[in-house]
């Protein structure tokens, strides 16, 4: 069963930085690997509904982002590492959130509604405070 677990979350001041990892394990010989799952990243704060805030297809072709991140954070993968990050500049106090990696196995899909998603991680706390 494929397992998610996030990691490099934190304080920080605005206008810092963080880089998130999420690595993947669980993988059964001859079923699906790591470059056949998208991963998104989601956030949720006290109180709001779960956010997707950026997603990548399979092999990292395609990727998608909130609008509220878009030019402050970048998504990446390495499938080698099976392990896809997100690193977030400028943050906001706006940013803070419980941050969850979560996977679905449907190669070249990038969409970034959490309801495609259907493994996750336990989640990450992120806050940006002065």
């Known amino acids: 069963q494929l397992q998610l677990a996030e990691s490099g979350g934190g304080s920080v001041q605005p206008g810092g930085s963080l880089r998130l990892s999420c690595v993947a394990s669980?993988?059964?010989?001859?079923?699906?690997?790591?470059?056949?799952?998208?991963i998104g990243w989601f956030r949720q704060a006290p109180g709001k509904d779960r956010e997707g805030v950026s997603c990548?297809?399979?092999?990292?072709?395609?990727?998608n982002y909130a609008d509220s991140v878009r030019g402050r954070f970048t998504i990446s993968r390495d499938n080698a590492k099976n392990t896809v990050y997100l690193q977030m500049n400028n943050l906001k106090p706006e940013d803070t959130a419980v941050y969850f990696c979560?996977?679905?196995?449907?190669?070249?899909?990038?969409?970034?509604?959490?309801?495609?998603?259907?493994?996750w991680g336990q989640g990450i706390q992120v806050t940006v405070s002065s």
């Open positions: 669980g993988f059964t010989l001859g079923d699906f690997g790591m470059d056949d799952y998208a």
């Open positions: 990548i297809s399979s092999t990292g072709r395609s990727t």
């Open positions: 979560a996977a679905v196995g449907t190669p070249g899909f990038s969409g970034c509604s959490p309801f495609a998603y259907d493994n």
